[in-house]
């Protein structure tokens, strides 16, 4: 069955403590991406990924650090979380499309929610 | 700010009638356009999609038209059912297409 999981699905942590996000995929898609989402803003794209070793920023990378060390992981790594972090994300996959651009399709994570004290 | 606006926060249509989401966005570069559903507790899925060389595309009972003069599109459900009650996000990416640029949301109810 084709998956994206997410690891964990809810956390609560304090300010500066350090966390990691899991995403894995079992498509083999080449793109994978982290999207937050919050009241009002819909979602927000914080990084994407083409493939191993590349990354990129999104509309809100600000305070988050991304590695794609292997093609089915792709964890998002909040380095010194702080309360407007608290959010819901979620973590995305596609494959390849036309024209050397990611196919539209995206499968997402369940996501996961996260609070910050 | 916000390049892509739902701004229709929610919708309610009595089953088998026809649902009309609305869309607008602001740069004219983008040239291709999604929407997906969310439902409660779950993530987006993809629902259709139309490159900006088309101005309408159908899947089923969804079709999703494309004004580009007026950087609109919108989202046709016919007939609506209940189990489309959901959260519908419209989405849009250019050139490059590594970047999605989301709207906020509207939430459809289908009462039976």
């Known amino acids: 069955e084709a998956q994206v999981t997410q690891n964990p699905r809810y956390l609560i942590t304090v300010t500066g403590k350090k966390l990691t996000v899991t995403c894995s995929q079992n498509m083999n898609h080449e793109y994978m991406s982290w999207y937050r989402q919050d009241p009002g803003l819909g979602l927000r794209q914080i990084y994407y990924?083409?493939?191993?070793?590349?990354?990129d920023k999104g509309d809100v990378p600000e305070g988050y650090k991304v590695s794609r060390k292997e093609k089915r992981n792709f964890p998002l790594i909040l380095e010194s979380p702080s309360p407007n972090q608290t959010s819901l994300y979620f973590c995305a996959t596609s494959r390849a499309g036309t024209g050397g651009r990611q196919s539209g399709e995206q499968y997402f994570g369940p996501g996961t929610r996260l609070t910050v004290t | 700010d916000q390049q892509v606006k739902q701004n229709s926060p929610s919708l309610s249509v009595q089953e088998g009638r026809i649902s009309i989401l609305n869309c607008d966005y602001t740069?004219?570069?983008?040239?291709?356009f999604l929407w997906y559903k969310k439902y409660p507790a779950e993530g987006p899925t993809f629902l259709i999609s139309i490159s900006s060389i088309k101005d309408k595309n159908e899947d089923g009972r969804f079709t999703v038209f494309l004004n580009k003069s007026a950087k609109h599109l919108s989202l046709h459900i016919v007939p609506s059912q209940p189990g489309d009650s959901a959260v519908y996000f419209c989405?849009?990416?250019?050139?490059?297409?590594?970047?999605?640029?989301f709207g906020t949301g509207t939430s459809l109810t289908v009462i039976p």
């Open positions: 740069n004219s570069m983008f040239d291709y």
């Open positions: 989405a849009a990416s250019y050139y490059t297409g590594n970047q999605f640029y």
């Open positions: 990924s083409m493939n191993v070793e590349v990354t």
